[in-house]
């Protein structure tokens, strides 16, 4: 059975940088979602689908202008969390801390 990942929000709990982080998310490697100003205390709605077959790598990046960006961390998202309701995983690389939101439920094509 083939899965999709509806991703909710992300919660911000503690920024990397002082003020806002500039994020963006890649999903198996490609390029998710982003860029987007996040402060502490703040959260970012997100919307989206993606398909899912087994597991997939959810990576959290704070975009620099200077220097290399920040990695915040990777999660997995597998499909035996189908029909759990919502769930939830933490970034929290590089002094950081993020709880992503998601929704994992049975892919139906239209």
């Known amino acids: 059975m ?4 509806k991703f ?4 911000c709990l503690e920024t990397e940088d ?3 982080d500039e994020l963006y998310m890649h999903y198996n490697g490609a390029h998710l979602a ?4 996040v402060e502490t ?20 990046f ?16 597998s499909e035996s969390e189908m029909n759990q309701g919502l769930r939830s995983q933490t970034f929290n690389d590089d002094d950081a ?6 929704r994992v439920r049975e892919f139906v094509e239209d």
């Open 8 to 11: 909710v929000r992300l919660q």
């Open 2 to 5: 083939t899965a999709e990942v």
């Open 18 to 20: 002082n003020g806002a």
């Open 62 to 77: 704070d975009e620099d202008d200077i220097d290399e960006d920040d990695h915040l961390g990777s999660i997995v998202i």
């Open 41 to 60: 205390g703040g959260q970012w709605q997100l919307d989206l689908v993606k398909r899912l077959d087994g597991e997939a790598v959810v990576s959290l």
């Open 97 to 102: 801390n993020y709880i992503l939101f998601y």
């Open 34 to 37: 982003g860029i987007q100003d």
